[in-house]
C-alpha cells in the first residue's frame, strides 16, 4: 500500500504558469574569466560568473545562510562561499560540498550583452521540487536543510500533516526496532502544528522530523512481504513472527479492513502485556493519532512497521520482580471492570493515597475503586494525579546520582501512560484496556523506587502563589531560567488551555539537550494538558512545570559508564 501526499487547496488558486524576468546584467567584454559580479534581476540577486566555461548565473544568496557567493571564491568551475565552505558547481547550481544546490539561471548572449532570465516558480513547482530535498535532508539529518525546506513547504502552501508525514513515512520503514520515541514525538509535534497559524508550526514541525532523522539516519529500508491474510495477529506478536505480522497487516489494508477493526487488533497486542515498559501502547497510541491526521490511505506506511515493533518490545510482566503484581492482575474480573458504569456522586478521598502506597502494587485497591463506582475513566483520573503528585516529590537530589538508574523520564511516562489507556478507553473500550489500566497502577508503583531507596521528598512547592497578572511568557521564562517555583506560580495562574500552550512552547523551544529528552518533555506537555482537562485538577500541569523548570542531569553517558564498570566488575544486572 502506497501512500500519497494529500491535495492541497492552494492549488486551484495558483498561477498556471510561472514567471519569467529577463535583465541585461553587463557586457561579455566587461568579464574577465575568473571574475564575479552581483546584478539584480527583477527582485532577485544574481552572481554573474565567468569561468573557462562561459558565463554562468547562480542566486547569490548562499543556500545555506544566505551569504554573498561573489563575495567568496572561485576555483576553476566551482564557487565557494567563504563562510562554511559549501561549493558549487557554476555550471548546474549542483552544491558538491554541502548541503543543498543553489538555483541556476539561464544566460544568453545578445552580441556583448549578457542576459539573464530568472522564473519564479509556482507554489506547486516549489512544493513538487522541494520534497526530494526534505528527504535527502531527513536521510542526512541535515537539520538546515530540514528547517529550509520545511519553510519553503509552508510559504508555498503545503499542510503540515503532508510534511510531517514525509519524514514519518520515511523513518517508519527504518527504525531498528519498530517507531518509536521518535515517532510519538513527531505525532505530539504535528497535533501542535495543526492547532497552530503562525510561525510556531515551523518549529513543531522540525523538531518531530528532526527526531526522525537523527534515529534513523543510514538506517536500512525493512522491506515488506507479500500480502497475507493468513497468520493470526495475536499469535504472530506473541511468537514474534515478523514477516507474518507485516503480511497480515498489509493484507488487512489491501482488503480494505474496518480501520477500527485494525485499531482494535493493535490496542489488544499492545494489552496482552507490559509491554516495553508501558511504551507500547502509547506508540499504539501516537501511531493511530497521526492515521488520523494524515488519512487512513496512509496506514500501509506505518502499521507494518508497528507491528514488528509491537512484537519486539520487553515483556515486562514475564519479569520475576511482577510476578506477585501478575497473580493480582490475573485474578482480576477484567470483563466486570469494563462493564462498571461510572458513578460522577461516588467518591473516594482516599484513593490516591492508596495508590501512592510504597509496600506493594496496590492491584486490590485500582480493582474495588473501579467496581466501586469510579470506572476505569476515575480509575485513570486518580492515576493522573497520583502520577504528578510523585513527580511533584521527585527529588532533585536523585537527579543527580549517577550510580542510581533512575531519572526524571521513568516517572513522565507514568502520565503519558494513563493518557494512552485513557484514548484506548475512549475508542476501544472493553476488558482489554481494563488490563491496561491496571498495568498503569503497576506503573505508578514502579515509579516509586528512588523514593523506597532515597526516602519520600516532600512534595514540592503544593501551594503555588497565584497571580493576576500570570502569562505564558511568564512560564517561557520560569522554564528557562529553571525557577521552579515560578513555573509553578505562572501554571497556576493561567487557564489550562495557556498554560499547556506554554508548556509546550518551551518544551520545543530546544532548551535540553538530548533527543530522548526533547522527546519526552513533548509528550509529557501534550499529556499534561489532556490530562488537567479531563481530571479537573491543575496538578498534571504543575507537574509538568516542575519537571520543565527543574535542574536535569543529562548523565546517560556517565551512568552507562558507571553501570559497565560495575557490570564488567561483578556480573551482576544494576539495581532497579
Not at 567568496?72 to 558547481?89: I, S
Not at 510534511?163 to 517507531?179: C, D, K, S, T
Not at 510556531?200 to 543510514?218: F, P
Request: hydrophobic share 40%.
Amino acid at each position: 500500500m502506497t501512500s500519497t501526499l494529500t491535495s492541497n487547496a492552494h492549488d486551484n488558486t495558483e498561477p498556471n504558469s510561472p514567471n519569467t524576468t529577463t535583465e541585461t546584467v553587463g557586457s561579455v567584454s566587461d568579464f574577465a574569466v575568473g571574475q564575479m559580479k552581483m546584478a539584480k534581476v527583477g527582485e532577485r540577486r544574481i552572481a554573474v560568473i565567468r569561468t573557462q566555461s562561459g558565463i554562468h548565473a547562480l542566486d547569490n544568496a548562499c543556500p545555506h545562510q544566505g551569504y554573498g557567493l561573489v563575495t567568496g571564491g572561485l576555483a576553476g568551475e566551482t564557487v565557494v562561499c567563504q563562510w562554511h565552505n559549501w561549493k558549487f558547481d557554476v555550471r548546474t547550481g549542483e552544491c558538491t560540498q554541502g548541503e543543498e544546490n543553489v538555483a541556476c539561471h539561464q544566460v544568453t548572449i545578445d552580441g556583448d550583452d549578457i542576459n539573464v532570465s530568472v522564473t519564479e516558480q509556482t507554489a506547486a513547482q516549489v512544493r513538487e521540487a522541494t520534497w526530494p530535498s526534505l528527504t535527502r535532508g531527513i536521510e542526512a539529518n541535515y537539520i538546515g536543510q530540514i528547517s529550509r525546506d520545511t519553510a519553503r513547504l509552508l510559504n508555498s502552501g503545503a499542510a503540515p500533516q503532508d510534511i510531517m508525514w514525509a519524514a514519518v513515512r520515511h523513518g517508519a520503514a527504518r527504525a531498528e526496532w519498530g517507531p518509536d520515541h521518535e515517532m510519538a514525538m513527531a505525532a505530539d509535534c504535528l497535533t501542535v502544528a495543526m492547532e497552530r497559524t503562525d510561525d510556531s508550526r515551523a518549529l513543531a514541525l522540525v523538531q518531530g522530523i528532526s527526531g526522525i532523522a537523527e534515529r534513523t539516519r543510514d538506517r536500512p529500508k525493512h522491506e515488506l512481504p507479500q500480502p497475507d491474510s493468513s497468520p493470526d495477529f495475536q499469535q504472530s506478536v506473541e511468537d514474534e513472527e515478523i514477516a507474518a505480522l507485516r503480511a497480515k497487516t498489509l493484507a488487512w489494508l489491501e482488503d480494505g479492513a474496518d480501520p477500527a477493526m485494525v485499531r482494535h487488533e493493535f490496542i489488544d497486542a499492545a494489552s496482552r502485556h507490559h509491554l516495553g515498559y508501558g511504551h507500547g501502547i502509547i506508540y499504539t497510541q501516537k501511531a493511530f493519532e497521526l492515521l488520523d491526521h494524515v488519512g487512513w490511505e496512509n496506514a500501509g506506511d506505518l502499521l507494518p512497521y508497528l507491528a514488528a515493533g509491537t512484537a519486539w518490545q520487553t515483556r515486562e510482566d514475564l519479569l520475576p520482580y511482577m510476578r506477585p503484581t501478575m497473580t493480582k492482575i490475573n485474578a482480576a474480573d477484567l470483563d466486570a471492570m469494563a462493564s462498571a458504569q461510572r458513578d460522577h456522586q461516588w467518591a473516594d478521598p482516599t484513593l490516591v493515597d492508596r495508590l501512592l502506597k510504597l509496600d506493594e502494587a496496590p492491584i486490590e485497591a485500582a480493582v474495588e475503586a473501579v467496581l466501586g463506582g469510579a470506572g476505569i475513566t476515575g480509575l485513570l483520573d486518580a492515576l493522573s494525579i497520583g502520577a504528578s503528585r510523585r513527580m511533584l516529590r521527585h527529588s532533585h537530589d536523585v537527579e543527580f546520582m549517577i550510580d542510581d538508574d533512575f531519572s526524571w523520564l521513568d516517572i513522565t511516562h507514568v502520565l503519558t501512560m494513563v493518557n494512552a489507556v485513557r484514548w484506548a478507553w475512549s475508542v476501544d473500550p472493553g476488558p482489554h484496556v481494563a488490563r491496561l489500566a491496571l498495568f498503569a497502577t503497576w506503573l505508578l508503583f514502579d515509579s516509586a523506587r528512588a523514593e523506597q531507596r532515597h526516602g519520600i521528598a516532600e512534595e514540592a512547592i503544593a501551594y503555588p502563589r497565584f497571580s493576576d497578572d500570570a502569562s505564558p511568557a511568564d512560564i517561557a521564562r520560569a522554564v528557562r531560567f529553571k525557577d521552579t517555583q515560578a513555573a509553578l506560580d505562572a501554571v497556576a495562574s493561567v487557564d489550562p488551555d495557556t498554560a499547556g500552550d506554554a508548556l509546550m512552547d518551551a518544551a520545543l523551544s530546544d532548551q535540553s539537550g538530548g533527543f530522548i529528552v526533547v522527546a519526552h518533555q513533548i509528550k509529557l506537555s501534550l499529556a499534561a494538558k489532556i490530562e488537567s482537562i479531563e481530571t479537573g485538577s491543575p496538578l498534571p500541569l504543575l507537574a509538568a512545570a516542575r519537571y520543565l523548570a527543574s535542574p536535569r542531569g543529562e548523565r546517560f553517558v556517565a551512568r552507562n559508564v558507571a553501570a559497565s564498570l560495575d557490570f564488567v566488575s561483578t556480573g551482576k544486572p544494576p539495581q532497579r
